[in-house]
């Protein structure tokens, strides 16, 4: 749908193809849009749209005048047409109204069509820039890509040239004429395809042909140097060969000479070879010696020429030749010597087994005739044979052992005679009546044994009788221990269920009082908790050091105590746990304690100087009206009284006295100096401020107040209603310089705390009646965790170059100096 046929403006688009006519709805608006609902077409003649005759068209906005002729509306006109041609029964305001409202609409419509249409045309704008864009990005991509291709092919005839340049480079003295021509062959094909890369590449190509001509004369003066060498290693061989020669030859004839010697020993040797079963032991020991002899002239030999060839060896060398020849005449002559050694071996042999056999020889002859002799002496006949008589007396003179009836049968029985012994089988008798002593002697042992066995059992048992009741003792006196330890586990259970909270978080809601009973109570109780460990501890002791003479039952012992040892060791440290618990929470409750006292003295003093600022009275003012005259006392009593009649300070009944006595160190009551002393009020900087001329905020600036400063109260703190701050006049501690300090500012931020007058120690350390640490003495010992108020800050002992302060510990309320920090770095003081 648009404005002409064959037109390049499009208003509205159907997708509906189908249809012969155009549809009267589901028009999308602009043609790429959505369906716009409101564009309906309606059918109908080209003559009804044109003024019937006689009439003429109604000018755009004017209603037709009153008379004027209209006909009735065509069927077929459009909603625009038919609400143009009026019915004459509406009024002309109706028709007018009407009127107005068509050509708004068609106004409306206009303006929609002239907005799609310059949205039709913006698009198309943008198509055509992008598509200009497009040819424009192909162009530059095009010429990308010719540059690379030309790039590339560059590349590759440096690379064709480069390759035979390197070939070039690797050149021998037989090759360098070829490759020098493929070279500027080369270069000549490729020269115009290398572009800008070809001076580069030439001059790359005469750079290598003068190295590679360097290379080759190098190589062919090096190839001269070998040749000169190879000479001359050539002429050194063959005097070398030479030499070795003649020192061979030596060697040979010394090896000759010990083959000689060797020969002559085995002649000298021969007669031992061929000695007679039967011959004497002189003899063969006679010609042993004489095989001695020879094999040692040999082994001279033998070694005086393995020294020669050894040297000779040296001699010749480690070349090539040296070793060639050495494999050709020196290790021949080496397997002859080792030849000449093993037939010596076997000449020492020959000479060590004869020696043994006519030693053997000779000790058989000797034992023979001492068997014949001893024979002979208890042969009392002379007959040649033993009888039994006799046989009796040998055997108690040589083994001293009877023999019996029995004996002697058995005797007898296996030498196979008739009651005697004859010579052959005097050897036998021996054996026999030496075995019959060793049985004898065997079961007398056995039988001895066998009673000891007896008697060793019978101590066993009367010994296991003993262990065994003092066992039964010992475990007495251990079920005794053993049932005290245990009472003591049960009771130390019941206080570590007591002391629990003392360890626990707990412990965080209790008050001072309260946290303070609990470890006095824990305390309390652990007492007799340690008297019966100790008690128990003591028994252990006691059974310990008891003598036993019993390895067993001492061991046992020993066992039992180990076990009821460890039990009281972990129960010690169970004791040790609550006790550091309780020393923890004691510490804690002390501070806390004094935390929630000084947050009471705080309250209390500050009210009082609130008081006294608004009547305008100093600090002796107030006691005079307070207490009466300068002579009168401040009790707990009369304190509390005035501490009530404060406003907005509330003080439980139980805690007045733990108040007063806090106040004043434990003294029942006190004068009106300690009472002023008692109200000065401290604060503390925590975080950077000034210090003001006077209370006005804007007034002249005296020095700035760092974190950390303690200041003391002079006046205030009194509230400027004008800027909306708290205000106070103060002293400052480190300097003494008085003047104003903002305590709170308008935005709520806080610059000052009430405090800073209290230390805790958090090292043991001396308190000592003078600031020089060297020259006083020392008072006490300040406690870890006790608290100290500050009478005078920090000042220098210039004698330990440490910062030290004076006050008063409250505990018990001595005064004196204590060091804050050491010289070394070590704190020995914190502010709380």
């Given at each position: 749908?648009?404005?002409?046929?064959?037109?390049?403006?499009?208003?509205?688009?159907?997708?509906?193809?189908?249809?012969?006519?155009?549809?009267?709805?589901?028009?999308?608006?602009?043609?790429?849009?959505?369906?716009?609902?409101?564009?309906?077409?309606?059918?109908?003649?080209?003559?009804?749209?044109?003024?019937?005759?006689?009439?003429?068209?109604?000018?755009?906005?004017?209603?037709?005048?009153?008379?004027?002729?209209?006909?009735?509306?065509?069927?077929?006109?459009?909603?625009?047409?038919?609400?143009?041609?009026?019915?004459?029964?509406?009024?002309?305001?109706?028709?007018?109204?009407?009127?107005?409202?068509?050509?708004?609409?068609?106004?409306?419509?206009?303006?929609?069509?002239?907005?799609?249409?310059?949205?039709?045309?913006?698009?198309?704008?943008?198509?055509?820039?992008?598509?200009?864009?497009?040819?424009?990005?192909?162009?530059?991509?095009?010429?990308?890509?010719?540059?690379?291709?030309?790039?590339?092919?560059?590349?590759?005839?440096?690379?064709?040239?480069?390759?035979?340049?390197?070939?070039?480079?690797?050149?021998?003295?037989?090759?360098?004429?070829?490759?020098?021509?493929?070279?500027?062959?080369?270069?000549?094909?490729?020269?115009?395809?290398?572009?800008?890369?070809?001076?580069?590449?030439?001059?790359?190509?005469?750079?290598?042909?003068?190295?590679?001509?360097?290379?080759?004369?190098?190589?062919?003066?090096?190839?001269?140097?070998?040749?000169?060498?190879?000479?001359?290693?050539?002429?050194?061989?063959?005097?070398?060969?030479?030499?070795?020669?003649?020192?061979?030859?030596?060697?040979?004839?010394?090896?000759?000479?010990?083959?000689?010697?060797?020969?002559?020993?085995?002649?000298?040797?021969?007669?031992?070879?061929?000695?007679?079963?039967?011959?004497?032991?002189?003899?063969?020991?006679?010609?042993?010696?004489?095989?001695?002899?020879?094999?040692?002239?040999?082994?001279?030999?033998?070694?005086?020429?393995?020294?020669?060839?050894?040297?000779?060896?040296?001699?010749?060398?480690?070349?090539?030749?040296?070793?060639?020849?050495?494999?050709?005449?020196?290790?021949?002559?080496?397997?002859?010597?080792?030849?000449?050694?093993?037939?010596?071996?076997?000449?020492?042999?020959?000479?060590?087994?004869?020696?043994?056999?006519?030693?053997?020889?000779?000790?058989?002859?000797?034992?023979?005739?001492?068997?014949?002799?001893?024979?002979?002496?208890?042969?009392?006949?002379?007959?040649?044979?033993?009888?039994?008589?006799?046989?009796?007396?040998?055997?108690?003179?040589?083994?001293?052992?009877?023999?019996?009836d029995d004996h002697l049968e058995r005797l007898f029985t296996t030498l196979g005679e008739d009651g005697v012994v004859p010579l052959d089988k005097f050897q036998r008798l021996r054996t026999i009546v030496a075995i019959a002593r060793s049985d004898h002697r065997a079961r007398e042992k056995k039988a001895e044994e066998e009673a000891k066995e007896k008697l060793r059992k019978e101590e066993e048992a009367k010994k296991a009788e003993l262990i065994n009741a003092q066992k039964a003792e010992v475990q007495k006196a251990i079920d005794a221990a053993s049932e005290m330890l245990k009472g003591v586990t049960e009771e130390t259970g019941k206080v570590q269920t007591l002391a629990a909270p003392l360890s626990s978080s707990s412990s965080d809601n209790m008050s001072g009082e309260e946290l303070k009973d609990l470890v006095a109570r824990s305390e309390e109780a652990l007492v007799p908790c340690k008297e019966s460990l100790a008690g128990v501890v003591s028994k252990l002791t006691e059974l310990e050091s008891e003598k036993i003479e019993e390895a067993e039952v001492k061991s046992f012992q020993m066992r039992e105590i180990a076990t009821l040892q460890a039990s009281a060791k972990k129960l010690r440290g169970d004791m040790e746990r609550i006790a550091s618990a309780a020393l923890s929470a004691k510490e804690t409750a002390t501070r806390r304690m004094h935390s929630e006292l000084e947050a009471l003295r705080n309250a209390a003093v500050t009210a009082l100087r609130e008081r006294m600022v608004s009547k305008s009275q100093t600090s002796s003012q107030l006691f005079d009206e307070a207490f009466g005259s300068a002579e009168s006392k401040v009790t707990s009593e009369n304190f509390s009284q005035l501490v009530k009649s404060l406003p907005g300070v509330e003080v439980p009944d139980s805690r007045s006295e733990s108040l007063f006595l806090h106040l004043t160190a434990g003294q029942p009551s006190i004068g009106k100096d300690q009472f002023v002393e008692l109200i000065r009020l401290f604060y503390k900087v925590v975080k950077q401020s000034v210090l003001g001329e006077s209370q006005s905020i804007k007034s002249k600036t005296l020095r700035r107040l760092e974190a950390g400063e303690i200041v003391e109260v002079v006046e205030g703190p009194t509230k400027d209603d004008g800027v909306g701050v708290i205000r106070l006049r103060c002293r400052a501690v480190k300097d003494e310089v008085e003047g104003w300090v903002t305590v709170t500012g308008n935005q709520g931020t806080v610059f000052l705390e009430q405090g800073g007058n209290t230390m805790a120690c958090v090292k043991e350390t001396p308190m000592t009646d003078g600031l020089s640490v060297e020259s006083s003495k020392t008072i006490r010992r300040i406690s870890r965790g006790e608290v100290i108020e500050v009478i005078e800050f920090p000042k220098k002992d210039e004698s330990m170059n440490v910062m030290r302060i004076k006050g008063k510990a409250k505990l018990d309320g001595t005064t004196g100096w204590v060091t804050v920090m050491g010289n070394q770095g070590t704190t020995f003081l914190e502010f709380c």
């Open positions: 749908f648009g404005p002409k046929v064959g037109g390049d403006q499009v208003w509205a688009y159907n997708g509906n193809k189908a249809s012969p006519l155009p549809p009267l709805g589901g028009w999308q608006v602009p043609w790429d849009g959505p369906v716009d609902a409101y564009l309906k077409l309606t059918m109908g003649q080209a003559a009804a749209a044109a003024p019937r005759p006689g009439t003429m068209p109604l000018p755009y906005g004017m209603p037709p005048q009153q008379g004027q002729p209209q006909g009735p509306p065509h069927p077929g006109m459009s909603p625009v047409a038919q609400a143009g041609h009026m019915s004459p029964q509406l009024s002309q305001a109706e028709q007018f109204a009407r009127s107005q409202q068509q050509h708004q609409s068609m106004a409306s419509r206009e303006q929609e069509r002239r907005m799609r249409e310059d949205e039709i045309r913006k698009r198309q704008q943008e198509k055509e820039e992008e598509m200009q864009r497009r040819e424009a990005y192909e162009a530059e991509m095009r010429r990308k890509r010719e540059e690379e291709d030309a790039l590339r092919r560059e590349q590759a005839a440096a690379s064709m040239v480069r390759q035979v340049i390197a070939r070039v480079r690797m050149a021998t003295p037989e090759s360098f004429d070829q490759l020098r021509a493929e070279l500027e062959s080369t270069l000549a094909e490729q020269i115009e395809r290398m572009g800008p890369q070809c001076e580069a590449v030439q001059v790359e190509a005469e750079k290598s042909l003068l190295q590679a001509q360097e290379r080759v004369d190098q190589i062919t003066e090096n190839r001269i140097l070998e040749e000169r060498k190879a000479l001359e290693e050539e002429s050194r061989k063959r005097e070398e060969a030479v030499r070795i020669d003649k020192l061979a030859a030596t060697a040979a004839t010394e090896i000759a000479d010990v083959e000689k010697t060797l020969e002559t020993a085995q002649e000298a040797a021969k007669p031992t070879t061929e000695l007679a079963e039967d011959a004497t032991p002189e003899l063969m020991l006679s010609s042993a010696e004489a095989t001695e002899q020879a094999w040692q002239l040999v082994h001279k030999a033998c070694d005086a020429a393995s020294k020669s060839l050894t040297d000779r060896r040296v001699e010749v060398g480690q070349s090539d030749v040296a070793i060639f020849k050495l494999r050709e005449h020196f290790v021949p002559l080496f397997r002859k010597l080792a030849v000449c050694r093993r037939a010596t071996e076997r000449l020492v042999e020959l000479g060590r087994s004869t020696k043994e056999k006519a030693n053997r020889k000779a000790a058989a002859i000797k034992k023979e005739k001492e068997l014949r002799d001893q024979f002979a002496k208890y042969d009392g006949d002379g007959d040649g044979k033993m009888n039994r008589q006799e046989v009796i007396a040998f055997a108690k003179a040589e083994y001293e052992f009877d023999l019996n």
